[in-house]
């Protein structure tokens, strides 16, 4: 059952949406199938609904996530919109948006809570994913569920929880998914091969990661890569970051950190994961966030990305102790 307080927010998000006619969503910069998946899901769904409606879901595109579709350019004029930012905790992790030239902003976020930024706020940390709170909201209002936007919003949660395997996987995340399958009887097997299908340069570039990674004795595994090194390996920052997810499974590490160069941005990005210290912490004192055991930042150069390194070894210390 849900609490009167949960259907009361669906009920207003619905009724916001309703009433705007041009509508514009956001989430955090580096997407990953998340992000994706509940901004152009939830496109594809308002428009479904309201077909008169102007919906945008836009951001910087990600070659690596290319398969989710096309995304938007943001409309010069937007004083008279309404504003959905989705898996994004805090204000400065957005992606080209600001929030002053909006009329009014729902926030929809899974991630531990950073800073009140929206008129309407769906914020809930036991959500597995973003794309599990939009499923939720289509399926308690008389938002309309179709088979494109489903296979959106499956893609963004089996990448948010890798195929139900972290923790905050939950009896909910399975009968939101049993409910969207029943519902638009989508392919789901079809969807893993443009999850997981990778090129040889980039099984090639996981190696190297592999072969070069610095173990500490505290149990932290980092490697830094940059602008000359991606070049080598022929690969860019977003395939870079994303190599984080094939270290899962490195007995003699806890937490492991990928420091890469995005010379577009001319900053260092950070991907973070862990298998039991909480990281998401260390990556608030680097003006980044996420999960427990999974989060990330943008950070100004390699020498901050030293001190970074510090923070999160004596977390492993710690850990370890």
Known sequence: MLGRDRVNTFKKIYKMIKKYNTIVLARHIGPDPDALGSTLGLKEIINYTFPNKSVYAVGAPASKHKYFGTLDELPSNTEDSLLIVLDTPNINRI???????????????????????????????????????????????????????AEKLYMGLIGDTNRFLYSYTTTKTFDLVSSLIKETKIDFTSLYENMYIKSLKEVRFQSYVIMNLI???????????????LDELEVDVATATNAVNGLSYIDEIYVWVIFAYDKQNDNIRVSIRSRGPIINEVATHFNGGGHMYASGARIKDFEVADEFIKELDEVCKQYKN
Do not use: R
């Open 95 to 149: 992606d080209g948006i600001n929030l002053k030239n909006f009329k009014e902003v729902i926030k929809i976020d899974h991630h531990p809570f950073v800073e009140k930024f929206g008129n309407i706020e769906l914020v809930d940390e036991t959500s597995s994913s973003a794309c599990q709170l939009v499923m939720e909201l289509v399926f308690n209002t008389k938002l309309k569920l179709n088979k494109s936007a």
């Open 215 to 229: 173990v500490t004795e505290n149990g932290l595994g980092y490697i830094k890569l940059d602008q000359e090194l």
